[in-house]
Each structure stands twice: as structure tokens, then as C-alpha cells.
């Protein structure tokens, strides 16, 4: 059975860090498209980033030099390294799967048909 599990959300103070994983059961992350995206309260949900099966990755313009995505494939795990975090950070860390070739866009939530349950970031002034 396919599923992901994010953790290591928590509550930060600005500035702080956090590392959360996802890992993956029923499909080799090292063979397939994994992306993290994020949900506020209220809002759509937006993409964060992706780690391409070649192991590139990409992280959205507002996040970058603050986010990195990697991968261990020998524990099957994708990871979200989050530093310096700010208040507009605060929402529901989602990882998401894509075993196929890529047929929307690489941040597009309809592009993933596999997805996490979530962990929350609560990123406080």
C-alpha cells in the first residue's frame, strides 16, 4: 500500500528551524516526483518545492535560500529543511507524490496524486 507520513512540525519562534520529514511507503522516493507544498488557514494551498528523481532540486522563489529539500533513499525519506522561519511560514506542511512522468505544472497540487495527511508549522513572533 502507497502512502506518505510527514512529522517534525512544531512551534517555532521567528528565526528558528525546523526539519520536517516524509516517509514514504509502497514507492522507492529516489524513482519518483516528491514535493513538498503548504496550506494557511484560510488559503490555497501553495507549493514549496521539489526534488527531482535525478536528485535537482526546486524551491519556489519566496522560499529559497531559507528551505532545502533532500532525499535518503536508503530510509526512503524526503526531508524540508526550514531555517529562519517567519510568521507567513505558519500553515500545514504537505508532501506529495507523482509516480508518473509530470503532466501539469511542477507546483501545481493536480499535478500529485499521492498525499501526506499534513504536519502543522506554527512559526510565532
Known amino acids: 500500500q502507497v502512502a506518505l507520513v510527514e512529522s517534525g512540525g512544531g512551534s517555532v519562534q521567528t528565526g528558528g528551524s525546523l526539519r520536517l520529514s516524509c516517509a514514504a511507503s509502497?514507492?522507492?522516493?529516489?524513482?519518483?516526483?516528491m514535493a513538498w507544498f503548504r496550506q494557511a488557514t484560510g488559503k490555497e494551498r501553495e507549493g514549496v518545492g521539489i526534488i527531482y528523481k535525478s536528485c535537482d532540486t526546486f524551491i519556489m522563489d519566496s522560499m529559497k535560500g531559507r528551505f532545502t529539500i533532500s532525499r535518503d533513499n536508503d530510509k526512503n525519506v524526503v526531508y524540508l529543511q526550514m531555517s529562519n522561519l517567519k510568521p507567513e511560514d505558519t500553515a500545514k506542511y504537505y508532501c506529495?507524490?507523482?509516480?508518473?512522468?509530470?503532466?501539469?505544472?511542477?507546483?501545481?497540487?493536480?499535478?500529485?496524486?499521492?498525499w501526506g495527511p499534513g504536519t502543522q508549522v506554527t512559526v510565532s513572533p
Open positions: 509502497g514507492l522507492p522516493v529516489g524513482e519518483t516526483w
Open positions: 506529495a507524490a507523482q509516480r508518473d512522468e509530470l503532466r501539469g505544472g511542477l507546483m501545481a497540487p493536480s499535478t500529485y496524486n499521492i
